[in-house]
Each structure stands twice: as C-alpha cells, then as structure tokens.
C-alpha cells in the first residue's frame, strides 16, 4: 500500500511565524503535490514537484514556498503565517506524470492565531 | 483550462435511497474523469476514473459514474446508500497528457438512518 504521511494533524501559529509543514511518501514517487482545502472551495493547488528539487507553481502559490532535497519528502513552507492561510492542507503523490491517481496524505490542520 | 462545478454542496439522503452527485466540467481539450471520496478525518482517495472506452465506469462498492461528452458531465450514482457512504466527494479533470488535477468544490453526503 502507497503511504503518504504528514508530520502533523493540527497545528497552531501564531501570525508572522515561518511555518514548516513536511510529507513523506514511500513508494519512489516521481511527483508530489501540496494542496490547500477550504470549505465551498474544493481542493486548490499550491505547488507541485515532479522530480528532486524541481518545482513548480499551482494556482495559488502566494505566500508559500516548497523544498525537495530528497524525492520521498516534500516541504511546504510559509515564510510568514497570515490568518487567511488558516486551512486544511493535503500532500499527494503519484508515480509518474501518466499516473492516473493522486495518493494523498490525511492532512495537517493549520491554524493561524 | 479546466474548471469543474459540483451543482449540490450538501445533499442529505436516506438510507438505502438511491443518490446522484452531480459534476458538470468545461475544458478546451479532452480530459481524464475522476471521482475521489474523503470520509471523516482522512485524506482522500481515489473512488473511480474514466479514461476512455466505456462510458460508464463502476467502482468495487456499488458506485457509478456516467460520461457525458454533449453535456460535458460526470455525474456519480449510487442506487441504494448505506451510511458508511457518508463522505465528501470530489470530482475531479485532468488532460491526458498532463498530471495536474483540477478539482470541483466538493459535495458532503450524509446518509442518515
């Protein structure tokens, strides 16, 4: 079974705080993907990396930036923790880029105080 | 681009009622179908897709979906819920050559007995 793991279920910041939110997978998966989930919004895309260190932008990558050093991890970063980013955010991952499913991760629970 | 639109945020039914969740999508090419399902406190996964052949593809706990290409349509139908059914559900589009997935809005079921 594909297991994706996120290092935290909740979360709590404080506003201006630089904020890690970190996903490993273990199943050699080329891409790896950070979503943000909000009520009435669906599933928005952050950003995506489709092998080591290469990375690119979804549709809402303000505020946000990521890291992959290693091809099993993949970290979600917010330089500078705003109250809007109060969220869900949900880390997935598939074999390739012909994959045709996305395995996500139970997601982390970010609220900023 | 793509965009999809889930028509019901919420819809409560019965148990052993039938259900119908609809998904409408606008894309300027073709594009991969999906259905995913996020039950309580988890992240989600993958329920059923359509790629090509068959219009109508079955997942293995009695759900369907049906392609419409003239209504640009995928909606999801269950014919008698059970209320482990009770979940959010997410239509979602992809192009065939692509990997990024654009979700709807997301659709709560609740099966009360």
């Known amino acids: 079974d594909v297991k994706v793991t996120q290092s935290s279920r909740y979360l709590v910041k404080r506003t201006g705080e630089k904020v890690f939110l970190e996903c490993v997978q273990d199943m050699d998966h080329e891409n790896m993907f950070w979503y943000r989930q909000d009520p009435g919004l669906g599933l928005r895309l952050i950003y995506f990396?489709?092998?080591?260190?290469?990375?690119e932008k979804g549709d809402i990558p303000e505020g946000y930036s990521v890291s992959r050093e290693k091809k099993e991890r993949f970290s979600l970063i917010l330089e500078s923790a705003s109250t809007n980013q109060t969220s869900m955010y949900l880390c997935?991952?598939?074999?390739?880029?012909?994959?045709?499913?996305?395995?996500f991760g139970p997601g982390t629970r970010l609220t900023v105080t | 681009a793509q965009s999809v639109t889930q028509l019901d945020s919420q819809v409560p039914v019965f148990e052993e009622a039938p259900v119908e969740l609809r998904c409408n999508y606008s894309s300027s090419v073709s594009v991969y179908l999906f259905w995913y399902v996020q039950y309580p406190n988890q992240g989600l996964q993958l329920l059923l897709k359509?790629?090509?052949?068959?219009?109508l593809v079955e997942s293995i706990n009695g759900f369907e979906a049906e392609f419409n290409k003239s209504q640009t349509s995928f909606h999801l139908r269950k014919p008698s819920v059970h209320i482990s059914d009770t979940a959010e559900y997410f239509c979602a589009v992809r192009p065939p050559g692509g990997s990024r997935l654009t979700f709807g809005e997301g659709t709560q079921l609740t099966v009360n007995p």
């Open positions: 997935a991952s598939s074999a390739s880029l012909g994959s045709y499913e996305q395995y």
């Open positions: 990396s489709y092998d080591v260190k290469m990375k």
């Open positions: 359509y790629l090509s052949g068959s219009t």
